[in-house]
């Protein structure tokens, strides 16, 4: 690996244990100011939710942590292909009136200056 895709992995070994611990500050570190988070449903078409901003994104994780206990992501892998990193998982979970949830997804990142610029989100619609 290079020391680029080397520095790369860090973050996102960094992003990922902050999300799963529910480390809001934690993930906020390793996003740019302007960071875009696109989530995978919404009114936003044809991209779902756009959450822009850090702030923005403080209060998007507040409004999960509402709806959703538990979550956890795992069985992870990050691929880097033309300027983009790709990682795919499995979500875990249950919504606080009990549902429980499990879902693969993928999102795509954009990295600039040493930091996630876009999270673009995808999961599988079951049901």
Known sequence: MSSDTDAVMALLRQFGKAFNKGDVDGILV???D?????????P????????????????????????????????????IADGKVFGS??????????????KRGIDIYEIRDG???????YWKQVG
Do not use: Q
Not at 34 to 42: I, P, S, T
Not at 59 to 74: G, H, P, Q, V, Y
Not at 115 to 121: H, P, Q, R
């Open 89 to 102: 998982f499995r979500a875990t979970g249950r919504t606080r009136d009990g549902e429980a949830i499990d």
């Open 44 to 79: 936003d078409a044809p991209d779902g939710k756009i959450v822009r901003g850090k702030d923005a994104v403080r209060e998007a994780l507040e409004d999960r942590d509402r709806e959703i206990e538990e979550m956890r992501f795992s069985e992870t892998s990050v691929s």
């Open 115 to 121: 930091k996630i610029a876009v999270k673009d989100s």
């Open 34 to 42: 302007d960071f875009e988070w696109r989530l995978a449903a919404g």
């Open 30 to 32: 390793c996003v740019t």
